[in-house]
């Protein structure tokens, strides 16, 4: 047993080897007694700045714990720590064929796992592998010429590839340490195990990709790339086989799903072929773009310091008479608002940071909830058509050639305002946003800011650029699935990740994954399914 102690500050100018002294001071220990002290977590309070602590959570051994436990009872932040076993993956005792469609987080984490049961895989990705797939992304940012099989949204890695390789989440899954831990095997910073907000960054995700297609790859994992999954071969009411846009079929027991959020000719299909799906709740809105420097100020009371990380935020304000969240969400600190485009004649905007996040700029979305009852709900493809209708008026606005429309923050507003600078490739447009978002999203947008403003201060300035139009924060339906994982309506299928419906970042899916890969097995073993 070990002893775990949480909210220990340290000073910015305070070095990390003073935390034995510190536990030891708590404790009423002498330092010597503290033993295999380690940091499993370290965060950030910018409660009082410019007075900014670092943190921290570390666990240790002491001889006598359970002397130490007792004579510190009423100090909430000292725990035993118990040790939580996974379930080992154990070779089947049978052969099993799965198919997993996607090569995000939740396809590659439940090929791996999968294949590490000794299972027969077989992976499939519409898009191209992540070393192709940058020099097309890199080419469209620079020139305008859109790739829609091979972009932001679709290839290797997933949308998560252009991102800010945020690994937060808030489901508290004994599986997340295993998903971090993979990650840094496979060459993200070791970083990511103790930081209370970790991310990888979108350049370093490039090369923990290819570790893990590697890796999969000698467990035996059959992978294709440009292989698009166009139908589902069905027999008494169960999956058989995956039909590919070529005609070729993939013969499985088992398909996962976990096509992304943006496979919108794949839900097309899924309707099609009788699958049961489901709209759901989505968001629509803007980028915001900042100074980064401003937001540190903002957040720190600093402009900057050597020990601290670029600030990020995290705003919400419920409208009471809308009943509307307006929210921020994928905060990137120091990164670049991105052109997200997958479809000629659309444009979508996100946000992307790189690992050390020392850009000039820090973004966010900001977003209006869009609900069901916005759109025709009794078509789960509505949603779909509800998105690509402002992402057309975004391409539109920006005169037809990618360029993403933009405003300055207090001309949205209706104030004076300045000029319009952003970070976004291949250039921005000024435009009037009002014309390219939903009545209702401008609404709850210029409601909400001077919520945002009177939290922090600043936040609402003539340096601040809007950028349009952020739609794809989610899936906009969920393709059901029951208890066991496998879709209601089709019995082999199971739905899996942020594209399916069940998940909301990269943390979120990779666990998905997992489980789905679970699901598979215990059916495997255990003989049952439907």
Not at 43 to 48: S, V
Not at 197 to 216: C, E, M, N, T
Not at 257 to 278: I, K
Request: aromatic fraction near 6%; charge should be positive.
């Amino acid at each position: 047993m070990s002893l775990r102690l949480r909210e220990i500050p340290l000073g910015l100018d305070e070095d990390e080897s003073a935390l034995p002294f510190k536990v030891a001071e708590t404790l009423s220990l002498e330092v010597t007694r503290i033993e295999a002290l380690r940091i499993v977590r370290r965060g950030i309070d910018a409660r009082k700045k410019p007075r900014v602590l670092r943190v921290y959570t570390v666990e240790f051994t002491v001889s006598d714990e359970a002397g130490v436990l007792s004579r510190h009872s009423t100090l909430a932040r000292l725990e035993a720590v118990a040790e939580v076993a996974l379930p080992e993956a154990r070779t089947m005792a049978r052969s099993h064929r799965a198919l997993v469609v996607g090569m995000g987080p939740a396809g590659l984490f439940a090929a791996l796992r999968l294949a590490q049961h000794g299972m027969s895989v077989c992976l499939l990705e519409r898009g191209k592998p992540v070393e192709e797939r940058i020099r097309d992304v890199d080419r469209f940012w620079t020139e305008g010429q859109l790739d829609p099989a091979s972009n932001v949204q679709f290839g290797e890695g997933g949308a998560g590839t252009f991102s800010d390789g945020k690994l937060t989440t808030r489901l508290n899954s004994p599986w997340m340490r295993l998903v971090l831990q993979t990650l840094v095997d496979f060459g993200a910073p070791e970083e990511i195990l103790i930081q209370a907000k970790p991310h990888v960054g979108s350049d370093r995700l490039r090369r923990v990709l290819i570790h893990f297609r590697k890796a999969l790859q000698a467990l035996g994992v059959d992978i294709r790339f440009n292989a698009c999954l166009s139908g589902l071969e069905c027999h008494e009411g169960r999956v058989v086989a995956g039909v590919l846009a070529d005609g070729s079929r993939a013969v499985c027991d088992s398909l996962v799903l976990a096509p992304g959020h943006s496979a919108r000719d794949t839900y097309r299909m899924l309707q099609g072929a009788g699958v049961r799906l489901t709209p759901k709740p989505f968001a629509v809105g803007v980028r915001v773009e900042h100074p980064a420097e401003l937001i540190n100020r903002i957040q720190y009371g600093l402009a900057s310091h050597p020990k601290l990380p670029a600030a990020d935020y995290t705003l919400a304000w419920n409208d009471p008479e809308t009943k509307r969240g307006i929210y921020s969400f994928c905060m990137c600190p120091g990164g670049e608002v991105i052109n997200a485009a997958s479809e000629p004649g659309g444009l979508v905007v996100n946000g992307m940071s790189l690992c050390r996040r020392d850009g000039l700029f820090s973004n966010s979305a900001l977003v209006v909830s869009v609900r069901p009852d916005d759109f025709d709900s009794a078509d789960a493809l509505a949603g779909v058509r509800f998105q690509r209708r402002w992402e057309e008026a975004a391409f539109a606005a920006g005169g037809g050639t990618f360029r993403a429309p933009a405003q300055n923050l207090m001309g949205f507003l209706g104030r004076k305002g300045g000029a319009v600078i952003s970070s976004c490739r291949p250039q921005v447009c000024a435009a009037d946003l009002e014309q390219v978002l939903p009545y209702f999203v401008t609404l709850g947008l210029r409601r909400a800011l001077p919520h945002f403003d009177r939290k922090m201060r600043g936040f609402v300035t003539s340096e601040a650029t809007l950028i349009g139009v952020e739609t794809r924060t989610s899936a906009p339906l969920r393709i059901v699935r029951d208890e066991s994982g496998q879709s209601v309506s089709h019995g082999g299928l199971y739905p899996a990740g942020e594209g399916a419906g069940y998940a909301g970042g990269i943390m979120s899916a990779a666990l998905d994954g997992l489980k789905t890969a679970e699901h598979i097995v215990s059916i495997v073993v255990n003989g049952s399914s439907k």
